[in-house]
């Protein structure tokens, strides 16, 4: 079965905790803090893989979880880092984020990765937090959060030349003769619902060649399988473009030739963009001075295009149609189409390099006086309830954070209840005092 969507859910490792540690030595009572810091979560890293096809492994595991980093511990000891998750796609393969939509990745090439959700630093052991005036620090940092979030992988095929054209026209039968693939071939519509691939060899070349589904009138607005079709074409370098001249299904090929492109510009105007071989199959079943076959012909050349009459069941043409994609191939390594990059690239991993990381938002819920803040909360779940030291290194933080100004504006008065998470303080109009 070829699945080239999936939605799963990431997380990172959440960093290790410091350690509040003071020396135990004989004749020395307190002998000073030796608390480690905490240990580095793990990230979770995609990474591209040759020798996956389909994203099928995604459809009966959907969680990924990276490794915590472990907690700091006495005598200075760090925790150990936690180990990556590297999760394998297939070369292809674009990795969105669900909420946003925005592109993290786009991995075209083996081994090609990213990091799609960054573990949390590790926190500091209460050795770190000593001062002049602050010699035993009874607190230590807690370990930087875990990042998670819900991830779509979609898969478009990477291939060389890619075939289009309406249904039952003779693509699966052109890429049959041509490689050693093994299509499905029957005489109705829509008998290939997944792309297929093959490798041509010609001459002294060779190109990989995918046989897109068939497209129907409406597929850039999604009817049929539209969007799962033509996605499949947008990494192809050039299109070879199958047209019925014989009329087997009643339809007129000069206006399938134009319903097929009006779709592919619809879709995307960068498809247009790419050297089109237009073929002429079921040759066989009609003249060649047929007149709706002459028509076809002047028509598509007059809009630019050579005409390559095909019989792919009988080998007619067929050596001649793949002749000219391995020449269009060679044209385009020494003259290759300038395009726009296809997506733009979002960077999602804020860190304490971000300026929104430190800052601190006031609200009130009506009866409370609510503050909130990356870096707050980091500190909040550091604190020791039970140390002045460690209430007044909070409270210093909110002081300095400007969060107390912000209160002031909204109306705040003594007595009244600010919350940090599920802690109370009761403000009190004093310096460091609530």
């Not at 071939?185 to 297929?196: E, G, K, L, R, V």
């Not at 237009?278 to 076959?293: F, G």
Request: overall charge negative.
């Amino acid at each position: 079965m070829f699945v080239d969507r999936a939605k799963i859910f990431i997380k990172s490792g959440k960093g290790g905790n410091g350690c509040v540690s003071f020396r135990r030595e004989p004749f020395v009572p307190e002998g000073g803090p030796d608390g480690g810091d905490g240990g580095k979560g793990g990230d979770v890293i995609f990474q591209s893989d040759e020798n996956m096809r389909t994203l099928m492994d995604f459809r009966f595991k959907r969680k990924y979880e990276a490794e915590n980093g472990q907690d700091g511990m006495k005598k200075k000891r760090y925790g150990k880092n936690g180990e990556n998750l590297i999760i394998k796609v297939p070369v292809g393969t674009m990795v969105i984020d669900e909420a946003s939509g925005h592109v993290m990745g786009d991995l075209t090439e083996h081994g090609q990765s990213f990091v799609a959700a960054k573990g949390g630093k590790g926190g500091k052991g209460n050795t770190k937090f000593t001062t002049s005036t602050r010699q035993a620090p009874n607190f230590a940092e807690a370990g930087g959060f875990a990042k998670e979030r819900d991830i779509i992988l979609e898969m478009k095929l990477i291939a060389d030349v890619g075939l289009v054209g309406f249904p039952n026209v003779g693509k699966s039968t052109l890429l049959s003769v041509s490689t050693s693939a093994k299509p499905k071939i029957a005489n109705y519509h829509f008998t290939t619902i997944d792309p297929n691939l093959g490798v041509v060899k010609i001459y002294d070349t060779s190109f990989v060649m995918a046989d897109i589904a068939g497209i129907i009138e409406g597929a850039h607005e999604g009817a049929g399988l539209g969007h799962k079709f033509l996605k499949h074409i947008e990494r192809t370098k050039v299109l070879i473009h199958v047209v019925d001249v014989s009329g087997s299904e009643g339809r007129n090929p000069i206006e399938d030739f134009d319903k097929i492109n009006y779709e592919l510009e619809q879709y995307s105007p960068r498809l247009m963009k790419k050297p089109q071989i237009v073929v002429a199959n079921k040759i066989d079943l009609i003249d060649e001075e047929d007149p709706q076959y002459i028509e076809f012909k002047e028509y598509v050349e007059a809009k630019g295009y050579k005409v390559f009459p095909m019989s792919a069941p009988i080998n007619i043409g067929v050596k001649e149609v793949l002749a000219e994609a391995a020449n269009k191939l060679n044209q385009l390594l020494l003259e290759p189409i300038e395009e726009e990059d296809e997506y733009e690239m979002f960077d999602f991993e804020a860190d304490e390099n971000d300026p929104d990381y430190r800052t601190v938002y006031a609200d009130f819920d009506g009866r409370d006086y609510i503050l909130s803040g990356k870096q707050l909360e980091k500190i909040f779940n550091s604190t020791n309830f039970n140390d002045p030291g460690s209430m007044r290194y909070l409270y210093k933080y909110i002081e300095k954070s400007g969060a107390l100004d912000q209160l002031r504006e909204m109306g705040i008065e003594d007595g009244d209840t600010i919350k940090v998470k599920d802690f109370e303080f009761e403000y009190i109009d004093e310096d460091y005092y609530f």
